[in-house]
């Protein structure tokens, strides 16, 4: 049986060389060429970017951690930027070298390459984590929950954004998938499980979730129809599905991707 070390060892190994297998570059190319693209083309990265900068509110005088962060993700400079204390953490060494020039002209920032869960890692008192794509990484919810309240300090808020396997398209897509996905031992899609979970430990301000029925988007390549006019129908699509799953738990089921602002409850 696999310890959780050599899992974590295997998963830095994985992320320094990205030595994917045919299936797991296929996946890959379609999920961040296609689905990449698509996000760009209907504004939905643009408004998750935005959106996560207005839930970070004034950092002026925030402890945040950058979890998983790998070399820096789209905010991960600005987070560095604006916050009182900065920490950016990965497990790939070499990721975080790279990281560390980003950041070594300011003097509040740092990144260390270490796991989160493990006792090495001291660091608390924080007031966000930002956990861009890092969550569904952990297998054992429960421990990364447990780790993750330990981490914040009464009232502290995380960001996160996570990929959902709660739609059945995407839960048969990725079960045939997985027995040929070279990085299945630390990739764990939310389940309604997982995200009951966390909706009981923490309180969620806010949720959004794309791609529900903008999934859908690449079919209207085979209608003769303008890119323009593609582009026109995905965004209503997806602004239609970024303003249900606020509210309805049955629409966010159907999405692919699920971005939060959760707080941990004062006792």
């Known amino acids: 049986m696999l310890t959780k070390k050599s899992v974590n060892e295997r998963q830095a190994e994985f992320y320094r060389n990205f030595k994917k297998n045919r299936a797991t570059k296929i996946w890959y190319s379609v999920r961040n060429g296609l689905f990449r693209n698509i996000r760009k083309n209907i504004g939905a990265e643009a408004q998750i970017y935005e959106l996560h900068k ?33 920490l950016g953490i990965d497990l790939s060494a070499p990721a975080i070298e790279n990281l560390k020039n980003r950041i ?43 780790k993750l ?14 990929p959902l396997e709660t ?8 079960t045939l998938y997985r027995p040929f996905q070279s990085d299945r031992e630390w990739e764990w899609p939310f389940t309604k499980r997982v995200f009951n979970k966390y909706d009981k430990e923490f309180e969620i301000l806010d949720r959004r979730a794309v791609f529900g029925k903008s999934k859908w988007i690449f079919l209207l390549n085979f209608l003769p129809i303008s890119e323009e ?3 026109e129908i995905g965004r209503k699509w997806h602004n239609h599905d970024w303003e249900r799953s606020r509210h309805s738990e049955a629409h966010l089921y159907s999405c692919m991707h699920l971005t939060m602002l959760m707080q941990k409850k004062i006792q």
């Open 54 to 86: 207005k839930w970070f509110g004034d950092l002026s005088n925030s402890k945040v951690l950058d979890l998983g962060c790998y070399a820096g993700n789209s905010l991960s400079y600005y987070l560095a930027e604006h916050s009182s204390s900065y």
């Open 104 to 146: 070594s002209k300011l003097p509040n920032a740092e990144a260390k390459a270490i796991d989160f869960l493990s006792e090495d890692f001291k660091e608390k008192e924080f007031d966000l984590i930002y956990a861009y794509g890092v969550l569904h990484h952990f297998k054992d919810t429960d421990e990364l929950i447990l």
């Open 149 to 162: 309240k330990e981490k914040l300090k009464p009232g502290g808020k995380i960001v996160s954004y996570d």
């Open 167 to 174: 739609s059945l398209p995407i839960k048969l897509a990725r």
């Open 229 to 231: 006019r593609k582009n």
